[in-house]
């Protein structure tokens, strides 16, 4: 039998870990890991500038979306999963970097809402 200060203490300290969110961002990492290791790889090593840039574009894209829709921890898994840098690049990065002028009405958005935005009034005006 467990000690029952030993079970308020572990309590305790997963409703601290919980309420900060440290606790999900574990549980990410560590699936990240797990992962890794059933597909028979090794957790990534690799350089992310190595990476062919259109693929870091498009994980960038994708890491914009997922926070501004709230998908906090699935970007993180992006983020371990694909070695990418833990400070994501600006808004100004990605827009120049895509050739997009950014004004008022499209801050508000995710890039990929405007790019996908901008493909189907393109695609209605044919």
Not at 73 to 95: C, H, I, M, N, Q
Request: proline share 5%; hydrophobic share 35%.
């Amino acid at each position: 039998m467990s000690d029952p200060m030993e079970d308020h203490l572990f309590k305790e300290v997963k409703r601290n870990l919980e309420v900060d969110g440290r606790l999900q961002k574990f549980t990410a990492e560590l699936r990240s890991t797990l992962i890794s290791i059933l597909n028979g790889r090794p957790p990534r090593d690799q350089n992310y500038n190595e990476i062919p840039k259109e693929t870091r574009l498009i994980n960038d894209l994708i890491r914009e979306y997922l926070i501004w829709n709230g998908y906090i921890y699935t970007e993180e898994f992006l983020v371990a999963e694909s070695g990418a840098e833990k400070e994501k690049p600006s808004r100004e990065d990605l827009t120049e970097k895509l050739g997009i002028a950014d004004d008022y009405s499209t801050t508000k958005i995710p890039l990929l809402y405007y790019i996908v935005c901008a493909f189907e009034m393109q695609e209605q005006s044919t």
